[in-house]
Structure formats: structure tokens, C-alpha cells
């Protein structure tokens, strides 16, 4: 059975801080590995990682693919309050084209 | 250039009513989704679509039916709502065959009562 694995649940930090967030799969025929930030509603897009494309960086966000052992971290540097939200991974599979997502990791950033 | 548009936002139903949530995509994307989230459960695939007149189960399809007519549309039908039915619906669409990300709507809030 595919399964995606998010770690931690949650986390609480002050602004400044630095976070990794932890994303680990066990799926057939992967694809891609997405992240995704929910605030209040509708998941957008972070980044998306590919065997073509393992590492992927915009402002304080970065990610890195790691195909051998089967997961992805997510680092945000220097946090703010607005970068509280959820942050959900998902990884495509080939052949049936199905997203598989992780439960998600709630980050909560204080002043 | 309105994306993925969800309707309703909101709905209230009693045990054993049914319902059509409705979705909708302008960017002609192949690829289409219905997913449910409820707390600490992250997003669970209930029913795909590849193309107009082809659909398949996710992991939570019990419950729900489903129906791609056309390449816009992907209407999730709710046949007798369950209180275990409760929870907030999203809708997506991609390009499906190429390394895409999908595309939200902003998500129904049921509650079965």
C-alpha cells in the first residue's frame, strides 16, 4: 500500500528561527513529490521534485529530494508569522496518476 | 481567470439526504480530483478522473459516486450522507500526463447532521 509519512505533526517556533520539515514515501512507480501550504484554505503549491529536478529553492524556502532514501525535507530560514500554516507533501505516482498525501505538518511561527 | 471553483462553500445535511458537490476547471486540465481532509487525516483521494468519460477510486471512495461528461466538470455525488460523511471536500485539477502540480479549489465544509 503507497504511504506518505510527515514529520513532526506539529511545531511551535519564534520568529527567526530555522525549520526542517521531514516527508518520507513508500510508493510504486513514484513520480514527483510536491509541497503544498495551507493557510485558512485551498493547499497552494510550493515546489515540486522530480529525478530531473532534486533540489528546488524560492526566497527562504528549500527543498531536496533524497531518491535513496526515500523522502524530502523542507527548510524554511528565518520563519515569520505568516509562514504558519500546514505544510503538506504528496507524492504522483506513474501509471495511475494518483497523488498520495502525507497528514501534514502544522507550523505555528510566534512573534 | 477563475482556476478550480468549488460550490457550495458551505452545507448543512441530514442522515440519509443526498447531495451533488459541484466542481469546475477553466484550464482545460486532463487530470481532476476529489479529495476529504479531517483533522490530522491530511488529504485523502476519494475519486479521479483522466479524461472526460473515465474515472477511478481513490482510497476513500465508499459512499461516493462520480461522473466526467465533460473536461470542465467533475461533480462528486453524495448518495445517502453518513455523520462519518462530515468533513471539508476539495477538488483539484492538472495536466495529469506531465509532472504538474495540481491546482485547488477553496473546499466545501459538510456537515452531516
Known amino acids: 500500500e503507497d504511504k506518505v509519512v510527515q514529520s513532526p505533526l506539529s511545531l511551535v517556533v519564534h520568529e527567526g528561527d530555522t525549520v526542517t520539515l521531514n516527508c518520507s514515501y513508500e510508493v510504486t512507480n513514484f513520480r514527483s513529490l510536491l509541497w503544498y501550504k495551507q493557510e485558512k484554505k485551498a493547499p497552494t503549491f510550493l515546489f515540486m521534485l522530480t529525478s530531473s529536478g532534486i533540489e528546488k529553492k524560492s526566497g527562504r524556502l528549500s527543498s531536496i529530494l533524497d531518491k535513496k532514501e526515500l523522502s524530502s525535507i523542507l527548510n524554511i530560514t528565518a520563519t515569520q508569522t505568516g509562514d504558519s500554516a500546514i505544510y503538506l507533501c504528496?507524492?504522483?505516482?506513474?501509471?495511475?496518476?494518483?497523488?498520495?498525501f502525507g497528514t501534514g505538518t502544522r507550523l505555528k511561527v510566534l512573534a | 481567470n477563475a482556476g478550480v471553483t468549488q460550490t457550495p462553500k458551505f452545507q448543512v445535511l441530514k442522515t440519509g439526504q443526498s447531495m451533488t458537490l459541484q466542481c469546475a476547471q477553466d484550464m482545460n486540465h486532463e487530470y481532476m480530483s476529489w479529495y476529504r481532509q479531517d483533522p490530522g487525516m491530511g488529504l485523502r483521494l476519494i475519486h479521479y478522473s483522466v479524461g472526460a468519460g473515465i474515472t477511478d477510486q481513490g482510497e476513500v471512495p465508499n459512499g461516493y459516486n462520480v461522473s466526467r461528461s465533460t473536461t470542465e466538470d467533475f461533480p462528486l455525488r453524495l448518495l445517502s450522507a453518513a455523520p462519518s460523511q462530515t468533513s471539508v471536500y476539495f477538488c483539484a485539477s492538472g495536466k495529469g500526463h506531465s509532472n504538474q502540480p495540481q491546482h485547488f479549489g477553496d473546499g466545501t465544509r459538510l456537515s452531516i447532521l
Open positions: 504528496a507524492v504522483g505516482t506513474s501509471g495511475t496518476y494518483k497523488y498520495i
